[in-house]
């Protein structure tokens, strides 16, 4: 072996110790980076943005330590620095090593090499091997082995930090005996959204339907959970507590206790809106001469979390008077996948048999992939295609209309309203078995009125009285039949659901203009009546504002507008002014008062803000359970209320969202000129 080849094959032993020691001090340098912030970690807890730092600084300072090591022994890429390290070690080669290398004297290489042949350096290179290498495997095992004795859940938590861990932290000590915790939402898996988790939430908001689950650290025997009034189950999964229940449709708060220390969540669902459908042709309601041919259906509908199905219904109405049959079907049904469906069809008009004065009826229809609180139901506005009659042609028809009891009907149903919704605030106070009672009886009134708009519908259709007396008595004849019959069957042939509006826009008549609104308002009226008599108005008070809306829109419709100008009344001021009885406008006064939820909301703003100036650590969950009851009938309190609490949690300031929420239910002050003196500027 030459003298070049033996220096050659040191070099490459010192490279090789060289680049295991850079590896060696990179990794002792990441490791003591995640120890040390592991040790702290479990001692005082470091927070989230902290440990989302450790491991690029780990790596950082691996790869600075990498490039010091690297620079500090650069020598060894050299071969004439190698041997002048050699030459340090053997000092018996006197430099020969160097002289044999070196280019200016390479015709001296074979009269050295027998001076250089009999010395030898691999003790001195394995030393040096050995005290490269060993100095940070000596530093890395201790390190190593304290990270094998840090938990695994530390570990995780300096690793791999994430949204959740922070109940991997050290236990609090503090007041809050209820801190942290951490709330996981699983959405329904028909919206095919991921799960979101929580860290210390105020409040939770989520799909109506979603599997909530709150946990923290410690112990569940001295914990109790409640979600609004019901009692919640509490269990311990390894070293935490865990409370599990299902997100509802109305927002509630939730409860929880531990050692006289209570802390309230909010829960605030998000209901799954029902498909959007249009029916796209045909484009408005038609009038044929004959119905032949075929006409162009098209349709669309469009879902958030996707559309499971679309399909077009039609409904024939034939007859005229007192004898009316109804027959319906399906014309067309699409399967979807996704968030749109489209749906066209042609519609062969001889194959439904139509005559003079026959009525076809279409919409379109979808379902949702709600399999939670649905599949929700959506419907598109409805087209008629109407068959002319002959007398149509040649002569103009008035139909003499008689007067509609609307404005009974409009004084009854908001009266209902009333009782009902007083009814509702009630029901705390009065037994189970007594508020059944009062809404059943509250359901059979609204069936009364439901009876009479009915004979109000029956009546414009006929022209005559729903009831046919003989002798007496009220006969039931298949051939005559009641509005309510009328109307049931129609009912059943369209397999309408209640509270689905009917198709009144367009250009119309102003039959057709009352007799719909009239038509939509039995309909919802139907479905409250069955809701209290089933003991729940909560459930009927929105189709009693339903059925209340479609009869001030008939109201509207058949409205008279008189030429010319009113006469002008005229009244005495001398003989009425002060002949009013003031305690009964006292009286109303306070019963106005009193029954306003925005006073109550008021006095409840203004005892949290007290609360807040006290700087009680109460003032929020006041302002969150203010904000939970607001969101159904003022949701511009509550609104301003979550911009307030977003701002507690930040630490900032909350003067201008307090401001806000005060001004939504109280007037603002009335501001006064100052007359003759004009304006201070």
Known sequence: MTIGQRVRRTQGALVVATAIAVVAWATLMGVTVVVVAGVFDAWIGLARPARVLIVPAAFVSAMAVAAFVVGRNRGVWSTRQVALWIETQQPALSYGLVTALDPRTASLSRALEPVVAPVRWNRAVARTFGRVVGRPAIGLVPALMILAFLPDRVIQRVTTPQVGDVLGGPAETGIDAIAPIVVSIEPPSYTLLPPEVLEEPRTVSGIEGSRVTVRGSGSAADLSAQLGDTPLPVRTDGREWLVEFVMGANPIAMMLSRAGVQRVLGVEPVRDSLPLVVLVRPERDTVMRVATGLSALQAAARDDFGVRSLWIEYIVSAGQGESYDFRSGVLERRIGDGTVLELSYQLLLDSLGLGPGDIVHLRAVAHDNNDITGPGRGVSETRSLRVARSQEYDSISIEVLPPVAADSSLLSQRLLIMLVEALVEQRGALASDVFTIESRRLGQDQAALRRQVAEVI????????????????????????????????????????????????????????????????????????????????????????????????????????????????????????????????????????????????????????????????????????????????????????????????????????????????LDPPAHRGLGLWGHIP
């Not at 039949?481 to 509006?501: K, N």
């Not at 009917?502 to 139907?526: K, Q």
């Not at 002060?578 to 008021?602: K, V």
Request: glycine residues 8%; aromatic residues 4%; negative net charge.
């Open 458 to 665: 029956f009546i414009r259709l006929t022209g005559e009285s729903g009831e046919h007396e003989h002798e007496g008595e009220v006969v039931d004849d298949l051939s005559l039949l009641t509005p309510q019959e009328v109307l049931r069957a129609a009912e059943a042939a369209t397999d309408e659901g209640a509270g689905e509006a009917l198709d009144f826009h367009g250009d119309e008549t102003p039959v057709v203009a009352i007799n719909r609104p009239l038509l939509e308002a039995y309909n919802s009226m139907w479905d409250a009546a069955t809701e209290l008599n089933l003991g729940d108005p909560d459930a009927a008070l929105p189709y009693m504002y339903a059925a209340l809306e479609a009869i001030q829109r008939a109201r509207a419709a058949e409205r008279i507008y008189l030429r010319g100008l009113p006469p002008r009344i005229v009244i005495d001021l001398d003989r009425v002014r002060l002949a009013g009885d003031s305690d009964g406008l006292r009286a109303a006064a306070r019963r106005a008062a009193s029954a306003d939820p925005a006073d109550r909301y008021a006095d409840r703003l203004l005892g949290a803000i007290t609360l807040l100036a006290r700087g009680s650590a109460e003032a929020a969950d006041s302002l969150l359970l203010l904000r939970i009851e607001s969101m159904a009938t003022h949701p511009a309190l509550a609104a301003a209320l979550g911009d307030v609490l977003e701002a507690l949690d930040r630490g900032g300031d909350v003067t201008d969202g307090l401001i806000r929420a005060r001004r939504t239910i």
